[in-house]
């Protein structure tokens, strides 16, 4: 990044505090808080009815630089060899992405500003943003084993919890905070909740930028519940009834929620990360969605009994059958299913089922307990490769063997994968090993397609002790 756009890219950010405090933003008032001395002890609210020029945006974000004025960061940015700050920088995200906490610490004592610049990279990412190991180069989204350890040097060393970069858009969906809390990495390396904690301890807003609980929200979009739990157990607060619905918080949501037809939620949606929109009219479906996906059984008992719709499609059409089969829960697919969610409904983005679905997340009682109360078709369950389903069924219902039209389906779907398992099965149980599809094609001849010799010799032993 040459010196010139460097300096410009803390210009635009002057004039972007500008117009937020000029829109009233409550982040910005936060902001001009934190940096004004003028201002301090007033709330929020109270900071933006305040007149603010050019030279008072300056100082806020030189001070959020790391800077004590505005001149000394011009200073700075116009001392800067480009290509040294970029290997320093790249030296400094190395060592964050690597635990190299001895290093990271001597090169933010050699120069503390790196902690709040941003990345000569397209993205503009903090170090920060690759300690929450997302939407950074792929190749480095990577949480160490001591990943606590590295957000608590770079926290200490004035690192903004809430600093947007360029990452899905920029804005409120570009910080540290919520890449972290929509991040796989630190999930899988089950450090999820202690990094949030640490970030907590800063007392920095765990609100989102426009204090609208960006951050929550983007947890529970992306089925993030102990980030979710984390955050609220840190003091995140819950401002609308899908939010408090994924938590558990039945007291919450009895509040935020009016019967009628159909229930009106009181309160705002929640926040909308990556450009998901949601209708205000359909608070109360996301919530039963959401509730569904976390588990929380009496919450969605609760709805259902308000009469929230079970067949609502929120984005991708998810529908909240899928996201309980998805995750597992088999008491709630068991509500839902009593209470007449669609079992075909198929999203817009899998185009699939919530048998799919459960399959998809290797949910072996949900399968079970759909193969065993409803009518899945033996088709699906023989795709499924689940042996022990299709005899299950099969023991309960033998006319189900040749498909719910009688055409066949399953052998041919075992005999084209090769499942000899699947195929053994189905000939125990009966069979037709002569049934063809629309083209005249056997199991058989499936299975000699697709170079399946075992099942192959299967099919061709019953079909001859048949003939003969």
């Known amino acids: 990044m040459p010196e010139g756009s460097r300096l410009e890219h803390y210009e635009k950010l002057v004039a972007q505090l500008l117009s937020d405090h000029h829109c009233c933003k409550l982040r910005a008032g936060r902001r001009l808080i934190e940096a004004l001395p003028r201002l301090e002890g007033l709330i929020d609210e109270d900071a933006l009815r305040h007149r603010i020029s050019d030279d008072d945006a300056k100082h806020v974000i030189a001070r959020e630089a790391n800077f004590e004025k505005w001149e000394a960061l011009i200073d700075y940015v116009g001392g800067l060899d480009e290509h040294v700050f970029a290997e320093r920088f790249e030296e400094a995200v190395g060592a964050v992405i690597h635990g190299d906490a001895d290093t990271l610490r001597k090169i933010l004592a050699e120069d503390p500003a790196l902690t709040r610049m941003n990345s000569p990279r397209s993205h503009a990412a903090t170090l920060l943003h690759y300690n929450a190991a997302n939407g950074v180069e792929d190749e480095r989204q990577h949480c160490p084993e001591n990943a606590v350890e590295i957000a608590e040097i770079l926290l200490d060393a004035g690192a903004d919890i809430n600093a947007v970069c360029g990452i899905y858009g920029g804005g409120s969906g570009s910080t540290p905070l919520v890449n972290l809390v929509t991040s796989d990495h630190p999930e899988d390396a089950e450090l999820m909740e202690d990094m949030i904690r640490a970030y907590a301890k800063t007392g920095q807003s765990l609100d989102g930028i426009e204090n ?3 951050p929550m929200a983007s947890a529970l979009l992306f089925r993030k519940l102990s980030a979710a739990s984390t955050l609220a157990e840190c003091g995140a607060k819950i401002f609308d ?11 919450r949501v009895k509040t935020m929620i009016q019967p009628g037809d159909p229930p009106y939620a009181k309160g705002p949606m929640p926040a909308s990360p990556f450009g998901w929109r949601y209708d205000a009219e359909r608070a109360a479906d996301l919530a039963l969605l959401l509730a569904s996906m976390a588990g929380e059984a009496e919450v969605v008992a609760y709805l259902i009994e308000l009469g929230v719709n079970v067949n609502a ?15 597992g829960e088999v008491e709630i697919v068991r509500l839902l299913v009593e209470a007449g969610a669609d079992l075909g409904a198929r999203d817009r983005q899998y185009n699939s089922t919530p048998w799919g679905w459960a399959e998809e997340g290797e949910q072996e009682d949900v399968l079970r307990w759909f193969s065993e109360n409803c009518a899945i078709d033996l088709a ?8 022990s389903l299709v005899a299950a069924r099969l023991s309960k219902d033998p006319s189900a063997v040749n498909g719910a039209d009688g055409a066949g389906v399953p052998l041919r779907t075992a005999a084209a994968s090769g499942d000899v398992e699947m195929v053994k099965i189905l000939l125990e149980h009966g069979a037709d090993t002569s049934l063809t599809n629309a ?3 056997t199991g058989l001849d499936w299975a000699e397609e697709n170079g399946h010799g075992e099942v192959a010799v299967l099919l061709w032993n019953r079909m001859n002790a048949a003939e003969g």
């Open 241 to 251: 009834v899908a939010s408090a619905a994924a938590l558990g918080r039945l007291d």
């Open 439 to 441: 083209q005249g094609k």
């Open 212 to 214: 609208d609980g960006m």
């Open 380 to 387: 699906d369950l023989v795709e499924s490769g689940n042996t």
């Open 313 to 327: 499609r929120l984005h991708h059409d998810f529908s909240p059958l899928h996201e309980a089969a998805f995750a």
